[in-house]
């Protein structure tokens, strides 16, 4: 049984990704820079683009995203995902993937039950965003106790879980959280979108106390301070000092809150040393080298938790998720430059 430094969970998507759709845009009714949740009008797309289209797989959704991220940096056998999947052919072409990109995974595989997919529909730089999460929404607790799985939760240093799965998975979400806490482990939890700070406050402030590092960018930051009513929304160096200094189960290890802006400058506070926010300047890409934005958050957590597990100084950290960050958008969807290049 393999040894793994890191151990991720969230909603396990299958991205099926097509170049030229405007016709599916006109179909159903879609923006091109739109990200929703398929309606029942929708359903008919996934089956349509494997028909009409030549669909390029990547595996997806949030953490799974960042695990692939800390997985191109780190050995081989480092990092392992978990989330529930169907017994169908997407749970397969994830498998599938995931083995490119040198990620392992526990799935809980439900059979009968289809995979949450994403349909990825391109249209020149523009991607409009079609998801359904299926069976990811069945997750069960019970899975973190079979032996394969408690057996990588009992070798990983450091543990993430991406902000959408409190949406359903919270008491899977604690009962990480409370494992890695007792045991003087790092628990990361990403914020995810501005919706979860605005609309999952309690379970947000059920988990906190167990979270060692927080990752979000700035919306889902003035989200958080709006939510919990914070003055200074755009203050992102106030917002994390706010959120690192809340109440921790394990006060031995401080708290690192780590706010990222795109191509403008990443904050990180930590507990520790709330006087003297960190400020990390961006290498700006020319508007000509990004290819598509889907993903570079994801990449960035990846790269900043390969780096975290691997003794990294924090602005290596830092660096290492803004490299990561860097190559994502520079490729079509959530993927990495192959051959693969040394990043940390």
């Known amino acids: 049984m393999a040894s793994y430094s890191i151990f991720c969970m969230g909603n396990p998507l299958l991205d099926m990704q097509v170049i030229n759709g405007e016709e599916l845009l006109k179909k159903y009714n879609l923006k091109a820079n739109d990200a929703i949740l398929a309606e029942d009008k929708h359903m008919p797309i996934y089956e349509e683009l494997v028909e009409k289209y030549k669909v390029t797989y990547v595996a997806g959704g949030a953490s799974q995203n960042a695990a692939r991220g800390a997985a191109y940096i780190l050995p081989p056998g480092s990092v392992v995902f978990t989330g529930c999947v169907g017994d169908d052919e997407l749970a397969e072409q994830l498998k599938a993937a995931n083995r ?10 439900k059979k009968g039950e289809k995979t949450g997919a994403c349909a990825v529909v391109i249209t020149g730089h523009h991607r409009c965003l079609v998801t359904t999460l299926r069976v990811a929404e069945k997750f069960e607790k019970a899975h973190l106790a079979t032996p394969e799985v408690a057996r990588c939760i009992e070798s990983a240093k450091l543990f993430y879980v991406e902000g959408y799965f409190l949406t359903h998975g919270t008491e899977s979400a604690l009962e990480l959280s409370k494992k890695a806490s007792e045991a003087g482990k790092i628990f990361v939890l990403n914020l995810s979108a501005p919706f979860i700070p605005q609309f999952f406050q309690v379970q947000l402030q059920q988990i906190m106390p167990f979270v060692d590092i927080l990752i979000g960018n700035e919306s889902e930051a003035e989200a958080w301070a709006s939510g919990s009513g914070h003055p200074n929304q755009k203050d992102y160096a106030s917002v994390a000092t706010a959120i690192a200094t809340l109440p921790k189960a394990n006060p031995a290890r401080p708290r ?12 990180v506070v930590s507990s520790a040393e709330v006087d003297t926010p960190k400020i990390f300047d961006v290498h700006p890409l020319r508007d000509d080298q990004i290819v598509d934005t889907n993903g570079a958050g994801d990449a960035f957590a990846g790269g900043f938790i390969g780096a975290y597990v691997s003794g990294k100084s924090l602005e290596d950290c830092v660096e290492t998720g803004h490299k990561l960050g860097s190559m994502c958008v520079q490729q079509v969807g959530p993927q990495y430059q192959w051959p693969k290049v040394q990043v940390l």
């Open 100 to 109: 490119r990109e040198g990620l392992d995974e526990v799935y809980l595989v």
């Open 256 to 267: 690192i809150v780590v706010i990222t802006q795109g191509p403008k400058a990443t904050t």
